[in-house]
T-cell receptor, first 113, second 111 residues
Framework: SQTIHQWPATLVQPVGSPLSLECTVE??????LYWYRQAAGRGLQLLFY??????ISSEVPQNLSASRPQDRQFILSSKKLLLSDSGFYLC????????????FGAGTRLSVL | GQQLNQSPQSMFIQEGEDVSMNCTSS?????WLWYKQDPGEGPVLLIA?????ELTSNGRLTAQFGITRKDSFLNISASIPSDVGIYFC???????????FGTGTSLTVIP
């Protein structure tokens, strides 16, 4: 069966520090991968998606970037965090040519102080 | 992006009561999903709907794909304390690939 792992679960970082959040998927090949941000425990905002290694699409301009160095690995990064980067970050995967049902990881709670 | 309006925003109900919530979009969707999110966790898929008028159940949960294809409904029968959480709808239009998420309905069940 497929599983998705996200780490760390929680992170407290000072403003201006770098960020690296990692997401890996097991049990499937060539998944579509997604990064979402959820503010205030509510709506999900799509940040990035990837349909293959090295292929990244950005949905909103921001202080963040994403990379996919391996088939089942998706990384969310920032060179310098802002206060507004605080939130709950969710990684998700799906399979198929289209954007089929997405399955989510447990999330990373990021607090920028 | 697409706007999904989810209502009600929050609900406080007694254990054993039935729950109804809905989600509406400004455009036609070809897929509707319903997720539940527990505090500090990622959303978990409850039900997927692919056809207008479709009615699908998952235990005490029943969801419907609206006939107009611009709305979807989720019902929970005989609520229990573990139903507490935030319920999200998500929809995908037939003109794009991205799923858009509603702002969620927060459910509190009072024992």
């Amino acid at each position: 069966s497929q599983t998705i792992h996200q780490w760390p679960a929680t992170l407290v970082q000072p403003v201006g520090s770098p960020l690296s959040l990692e997401c890996t998927v097991e049990g499937t090949s060539n998944p579509n991968l997604y990064w979402y941000r959820q503010a205030a425990g509510r709506g999900l905002q799509l940040l990035f998606y990837s349909v293959g290694i090295g292929q990244i699409s950005s949905e909103v301009p921001q202080n963040l970037s994403a990379s996919r160095p391996q088939d089942r690995q998706f990384i969310l990064s920032s060179k310098k965090l802002l206060l507004s980067d605080s939130g709950f970050y969710l990684c998700a995967w799906s399979v198929g040519q289209g954007w089929d049902i997405q399955y989510f990881g447990a999330g990373t709670r990021l607090s920028v102080l | 992006g697409q706007q999904l309006n989810q209502s009600p925003q929050s609900m406080f109900i007694q254990e054993g009561e039935d729950v109804s919530m809905n989600c509406t979009s400004s455009s036609i969707f070809n897929t509707w999903l319903w997720y539940k999110q527990d505090p500090g966790e990622g959303p978990v898929l409850l039900i997927a709907l692919y056809k207008a008028g479709e009615l699908t159940s998952n235990g005490r949960l029943t969801a419907q794909f609206g006939i107009t294809r611009k709305d979807s409904f989720l019902n929970i029968s005989a609520s229990i304390p573990s139903d507490v959480g935030i319920y999200f709808c998500a929809g995908r239009s037939n003109t794009g690939n991205q799923f858009y998420f509603g702002t969620g309905t927060s459910l509190t069940v009072i024992p």
